[in-house]
């Protein structure tokens, strides 16, 4: 599903995004305090890449379950960056039906319905 920010459930969490070409990615994790706990670089490859997290912050401490922001970036030769748009991975625990519009709970994020892309086991 689309959303700004991933849900770790169970000390992992996963993203999928897409790049036109093998490029540096930088990726940020952000708590509700506003606070960056995790980061990582990588190279993508052209096409489909996708990106776990281990749930522990850049000083190895366990982090809780629960909603965290997330970006994802290219990073250009110049040091400019670019968003790259992304889709979370995550098992539903819950539903609910709030003035008409259908949500859907994955650990501690809400998402509307309509930000779901895909189903599977």
């Known amino acids: 599903m689309t959303s700004s920010k ?15 070409s093998e490029e540096p990615i930088s990726i940020s994790v ?5 606070t960056q706990v995790a980061s990582a670089t990588t190279i993508s490859n ?3 890449n ?7 912050s850049s000083s190895g401490a366990t982090l809780p379950d629960g909603a965290y ?5 290219t990073v250009g030769s110049n040091g400019a960056v670019t968003p790259v748009p992304f889709t979370v991975t995550g098992t539903v625990t ?3 039906n709030v003035s008409g519009v259908v949500q859907l709970q ?4 809400i998402v509307p319905f309509t930000a ?3 189903v599977g086991s």
Do not use: D, K, P, R
């Open 6 to 20: 991933l849900s770790l459930q169970h000390g992992t969490s996963e993203i999928n995004f897409n790049t036109t």
């Open 30 to 34: 952000v708590n509700a305090s506003g």
């Open 46 to 48: 052209a096409g489909a």
């Open 50 to 56: 996708s990106w776990s997290w281990n749930g522990q």
């Open 69 to 73: 922001s997330v970006n994802v970036n």
């Open 94 to 96: 819950g539903v609910q």
């Open 106 to 109: 994955m650990g501690g994020l």
């Open 116 to 118: 779901v892309q895909s």
